[in-house]
């Protein structure tokens, strides 16, 4: 059976998270759909079988034109998570990419602070701009990230949804 909701091609956003944030980041990215934006996410893009460290480290280094990790207190209590790997992958492949061009764009799922990881060059994920979609201009913060994943992938949000179609 062919797989046809497989990112093969590169091109995408990846969205890291914990699970217990998953209806949230559910309703993010079927935001970012909507606006035309393809997303990489676990629950639709690993299959039965594939290695799934594999899958996830070379969606985030070889095939993402944009990591956006969710921060909420949830990623804080836990003392293991898939995401601090996928975290350490992104900061390593943050090293190779220019510094004054968006990749790594932290979003912030609740009132939470941001984990310290070094970035290099004296930076660390704290450096970075975040979209708080915690907050009571969610829909605002919203509009801007898409905004700027759109300018990542080369398009404006218009042209994104009207490709979508």
């Not at 970012?32 to 070379?58: M, N």
């Not at 003392?79 to 390593?92: G, I, Q, V």
Request: charged share 25%; with cysteine; aromatic share 10%.
């Amino acid at each position: 059976m062919a797989n046809t909701n497989r990112s093969s091609s590169g091109g995408h956003v990846f969205l890291s998270y914990v699970g217990e944030d998953r209806q949230l980041v559910d309703w993010l990215q079927a935001r970012l759909e909507r606006a035309g934006i393809p997303v990489w996410r676990d629950v639709r893009d690993l299959w039965p079988g594939d290695v799934w460290k594999r899958r996830i480290q070379d969606a985030v280094e070889h095939q993402s034109l944009a990591y956006v990790p969710c921060f909420s207190s949830n990623l804080k209590q836990r003392a293991r998570s898939t995401m601090y790997t996928e975290l350490s992958w992104a900061a390593e492949e943050y090293r190779r990419r220019p510094p004054d061009i968006p990749w790594m764009i932290p979003v912030l799922l609740d009132d939470c602070a941001l984990p310290w990881y070094d970035l290099g060059a004296g930076l660390t994920i704290a450096d970075l701009q975040w979209a708080n979609l915690a907050d009571g201009s969610r829909e605002h913060e919203l509009d801007r990230l898409i905004t700027v994943l759109c300018r990542i992938l080369g398009s404006s949000p218009g042209d994104m949804r009207e490709s979508a179609s």
